[in-house]
């Protein structure tokens, strides 16, 4: 909705879009409820160029990633994080133990509204990157939760990628359904829960 409303301006529509979620979260009056959240939005402007939108909040993480390069596009919101605790602090909260007041690990989410009042926001990180004609045309956008990145690195997913794509028996299946089993197989293999 908020696309249409606004199409030359992706990025706001995108923050205002997290705001809402967060607002009718709120008037469901469930104060314990919290969630991360990742979007990705794809627009084509010309035959020869592709605008790839990321928003964020929590530690759900996106990075585009080709075979030779690799692009975070999200970002993780941890209250360790030194600008992020800042910005708690300056809103009347602390960090104890890399938890807002020593609870949430998390400094912006959907939800947790009893921490809301200590720096806990819901405002996005957006962040918007152009691709061209001259770029990678085997790009992926992995987004996933903590846990395959607690575990995996954005490197040795990309030599997961690299493997697959070059593997001439994986070309003759879908290539994306074989990646994403390949990496929720190596996340457990490496301890993910």
Known sequence: KNLSLTPSDIED???TSFFEIDDKLNSL?????GSTGCVVHVVKP??????VYCANVGDTRCSLISPTKIKRLSYDHRACDLNERDRIYNQ???????RVMGRLM??????????????V???PYVYRKELDEHEDN????????DGIWDVLNEEGIRQCIVNICNDKENLKKNVTSTICEELIQSALAEGAW
Not at 46 to 51: L, Q
Request: glycine fraction near 10%.
């Open 138 to 145: 085997n790009q992926f956008v992995v987004m996933a939760c």
């Open 13 to 15: 529509a995108l923050r």
């Open 121 to 123: 926001i819901s405002e």
């Open 92 to 98: 009347g909260g602390f960090v104890v133990k890399g």
């Open 46 to 51: 010309s035959p020869y160029s592709v605008k």
């Open 106 to 119: 998390l400094s912006r989410t959907f939800g947790d509204f009893e921490l809301k009042n200590f720096g």
């Open 29 to 33: 009056h469930t104060p314990d409820v």
